[in-house]
């Protein structure tokens, strides 16, 4: 299984990417975050850059991205990611990718801003 962690210059993502890397060898790991020089981005074989979450091309590039790398799950890292994917939750699955994030109201109930 191909998975996806986002904000790979994030407290959060280290955590995953520890956790997931030691809990199974058929879980192969990416990393994307906005910033190239990310610490996160380093520690894998496979990541890529997107434009941060605030973008109107945020989505469509994280779509792009992990079709053409077959990535099958996206954990979100950061807020404003997983707000902005789980607002488009029906655009990643048309295209067969799992998000793992509250959908609808319920991740707005984490929102800082409000």
């Known amino acids: 299984m191909r998975v996806l962690i986002t904000a790979a210059g994030s407290p959060g993502f280290i ?4 956790s997931l890397s030691s809990y199974n060898d058929n879980i192969e790991l990416y990393g994307c975050d906005s910033n190239p020089e990310s610490f996160g981005l380093r520690l894998l074989k496979k990541s890529f850059c997107v ?5 109107p091309d945020y989505v469509p590039s994280l779509i792009k991205a992990c079709v053409e790398n077959n990535i099958q799950v996206i954990i979100p890292c950061s807020d404003e990611e997983v707000q902005v994917t789980s607002d488009n939750f029906q655009a990643f ?9 509250n959908t609808g109201d319920m991740s707005k109930i984490f929102d800082k801003q409000k």
Do not use: E, F
């Not at 955590?15 to 520890?18: A, D, G, V």
């Not at 699955?93 to 994030?101: E, F, P, T």
């Open 51 to 55: 434009p941060p979450a605030c973008s």
């Open 93 to 101: 699955a048309d295209v067969g990718i799992q998000l793992l994030v």
């Open 15 to 18: 955590t995953l990417y520890k």
